[in-house]
């Protein structure tokens, strides 16, 4: 990677004498010899992948929340194939009467038009009816109508988004229509989350531009990383749309993405921006040199942290869902094209403007200067005091992510919706009309003759209310489907303990289902996979930073100091959503636990960001390093050069992040809280204050590689010249 090859005799008048472009150096001098080629290309890839783009949002699902090869995902399976798709993703149609039995007068007009709405959906299997004792209530006022999944659980939240209007609109005075379960829970909690969406980037974008201004000190330069992170978005969501032709992909894949896309390309635009503006109008370089430099420099900095977030996330993976490893490519996916437009596009942008990215320009702003007197003086301050404020921020993070101690984890519950979505008003009316554990209800499916014995271990199980008798397949399969009712709400942990119990002393051919038990399942893999996804990142996160830096020392400390962060951001995620601090101002409900999926997925992006700002510091670090020897030089040089763009850039993300915990559901309050948390936290403690202090004090240990591993790892250098 650090081959140079000096600039052609024709070229030479552009260059200062002795300087040599390495790889990326000239992949830049490229772009800027290309430019039609390079600009046609984009258009072609803005405008024939943003042509799919506005079908994201409806062409996206919110399913695939399970875990694949469970027990409770075969269960579903056999019920949609064998019992008229009788499974976890049916629709639950319930019609309630608060004037007399929902069965006469015009309660049963009102059945009967539901009945002829649910029958014409092609998508939709058997329809059962309200039956006594089973889907009427006990006083006759509620009756439930079962529309069978007659498609994939993805496909069923579309039918759920097509229907729920106008099954809803079918009420008349004194009967109400709500439709729900899980199919109707997704449904209602995307159209939430798209409208929370939608409010956050409406108050993220202009918070965001004015975090720019002040940072470029000029509206052009501040214009730059947002035209290019829309660029790069507008690719991606196009792309999401033709890959959910083949895979199914989650709507959160391109929620997250949104996020993550433009924090990181506000970070790496940043980065290059302040480099090509100091070699441009600080060293009076000609524009050519300056973009070569500036990809010598900034762009592999830039292009390993890209490296090291795709790394990161690429961990997700291991995690045996569809959702995890949907939302985990979608984020990748929007990463390599704002990393792509990062390293290609806006070097030409940079070159073509030239002079003009100044342009309406704060009056006090020096645009060439790339030294920040401030932090050169602030990198002074930790090397003369390096244990005061080493400590002091090592005691604020520690006291902070004292809390994950206790940190309770568990699967969504209907309090992620808005009290007014129908699956949630359909939910209480089941749950007053039926019993505490009747949204829950299981679902048992066996070979019909251990269904005798699976009927008696139900009735004498202490965490079952009530089962139906055994249903017959329709098809030859010899199946039998049991449906039992818990004692507890489906998000009581006490759940957990009977299908354990159930699973344990059921017949063998028992399969034990149902929505609940499938996130039962999930959460189970997810405790299984996560230790296993934080070790890959952990390790994969060093050895990148090992092969960039080639210093085994600070590589593992800059991989540890990551780690502290991350702790402290999920000790305050645990004082917020499981305490329930805060919740009256960032107006939500608390569950009494933090999503389970968090500690896989945020881990994953926190560390990830985390490594961004690590890369940036220490790639300065070494710069200096390179050009000096001097340990000092390489401390307090790297906050003189890079200080300023990781300040700015981290008050950027924390915007970014903390405008997405203001509004919407449960889920996208704890991304943004818990990320904005760790950026803040990480930015400005762990990279401004920690970081440096560990540089200090390990002096020329820091940058010290033994002889057989220089050998062994790829030559990589950050300076020029």
């Known amino acids: 990677m650090s081959t140079t090859t000096a600039p052609s005799k024709g070229a030479s008048p552009d260059f200062t004498p002795g300087f040599r472009p390495g790889p990326l150096g000239r992949l830049g001098l490229w772009v800027t010899s290309h430019a039609k080629l390079v600009t046609a290309v984009w258009l072609l890839l803005i405008v024939g992948l943003g042509a799919f783009a506005p079908q994201v949002e409806h062409n ?254 690429s961990a997700v993976m291991l995690v045996p869902s569809p959702s995890f490893r949907s939302m985990a490519g979608g984020i990748m996916l929007s990463v390599v094209f704002v990393l792509a437009a990062t390293l290609t596009l806006l070097p030409l942008v940079l070159f073509k403007l030239d002079h003009k990215i100044n342009k309406l320009s704060l009056p006090w702003v020096k645009t060439g200067e790339h030294r920040s007197p401030k932090f050169a003086a602030w990198g002074e301050r930790l090397w003369k005091r390096p244990l005061v404020w080493g400590l002091s921020a090592l005691i604020v993070l520690l006291a902070l992510a004292a809390p994950i101690i206790g940190l309770k984890t568990a699967m969504p519950s209907i309090k992620v919706l808005p009290e007014d979505a129908s699956a949630r008003i359909g939910y209480d009316l089941v749950q007053e009309s039926f019993g505490e554990g009747a949204p829950g209800t299981l679902q048992i499916v066996m070979t019909a003759s251990d269904a005798e014995t699976a009927s008696t271990v139900l009735a004498s199980d202490p965490g079952i209310a009530g089962a139906m008798p055994s249903m017959p397949a329709a098809d030859d399969s010899g199946l039998v489907l049991i449906q039992a009712v818990p004692t507890v709400d489906p998000s009581d942990p006490a ?176 991304m943004g809280i818990v990320l904005g948390v760790a950026v803040l936290l990480d930015a400005f403690l762990v990279r401004l204050v920690l970081l440096p202090v560990m540089l200090r004090l390990t002096g020329k240990a820091a940058w010290w590689s033994p002889a057989w591993l220089r050998k062994v790892l790829p030559t990589i250098t950050f300076s020029h010249g």
């Open 60 to 313: 996206l699902s919110g399913a695939g929340w399970q875990a694949d090869g469970s027990e409770s995902v075969a269960a579903r399976e056999l019920a949609q194939k064998s019992f008229g798709g009788n499974a976890s993703s049916a629709i639950q149609v319930v019609v309630h009467s608060t004037d007399g039995p929902v069965t006469e007068g015009p309660g049963a007009e009102v059945l009967a038009q539901v009945t002829r709405l649910l029958e014409a959906e092609p998508r939709i299997a058997d329809v059962i009816a309200p039956m006594p004792g089973a889907t009427i209530s006990q006083d006759g006022s509620t009756a439930i109508i079962l529309a069978g999944a007659g498609a994939d659980t993805n496909e069923m939240v579309r039918v759920a988004t097509d229907l729920k209007g106008d099954l809803q609109d079918l009420s008349v005075e004194g009967i109400q229509v709500n439709p729900t379960g899980s199919s109707l829970l997704w449904s209602d909690f995307n159209e939430a989350n798209l409208e929370a969406m939608l409010k956050s980037e409406m108050v993220s974008w202009p918070v965001t531009m004015a975090i720019l201004v002040l940072a470029f000190g000029a509206l052009v330069a501040a214009g730059l990383p947002l035209i290019l992170t829309l660029a790069g978005l507008v690719a991606s969501a196009g792309s999401l749309v033709l890959i959910n032709e083949l895979v199914p992909v989650s709507i959160w894949a391109m929620n997250f993405a949104m996020m993550f896309a433009l924090a990181l390309g506000i970070d790496y635009a940043l980065f290059l921006v302040v480099r090509y503006r100091a070699s441009r109008m600080g060293s009076g370089n000609s524009a050519r040199q300056a973009v070569a430099e500036t990809m010598d420099t900034a762009g592999k900095a830039v292009l390993l942290s890209g490296a090291t977030v795709l790394i990161s996330l």
């Open 495 to 670: 759940l957990s303990d009977t299908v354990d119990r159930l699973r344990a002393d059921l017949p063998d051919s028992a399969l034990v289902g149902g929505a609940a038990v499938e996130n039962l399942d999930l959460k189970a893999q997810l405790d299984e996979s996560t230790p296993l996804v934080i070790g890959v990142v952990l390790v994969l996160g060093f050895l990148l930073l090992l092969v960039a830096l080639q210093a085994p020392l600070i590589s593992l400390l800059g991989t540890l100091a990551s780690l502290l962060s991350t702790a402290a951001a999920f000790g305050v995620a645990r004082l917020v959503f499981q305490e329930g601090i805060g919740a009256d101002f960032l107006g939500f409900e608390s569950q009494g636990f933090l999503d389970a999926w968090a500690p896989v997925f945020f881990f994953a992006m926190i560390f990830a960001i985390a490594m961004d700002y690590t890369v940036f510091l220490l790639a300065s670090a070494k710069e200096h390093y390179e050009h000096s020897g001097d340990p000092k030089d390489a401390m307090v040089g790297s906050l003189t050069h890079s200080g300023r763009v990781i300040f700015a850039a981290g008050a950027v993300m924390v915007a970014v992040f903390f405008t997405f915990a203001l509004s919407g559901p449960l889920p996208p309050k704890e």
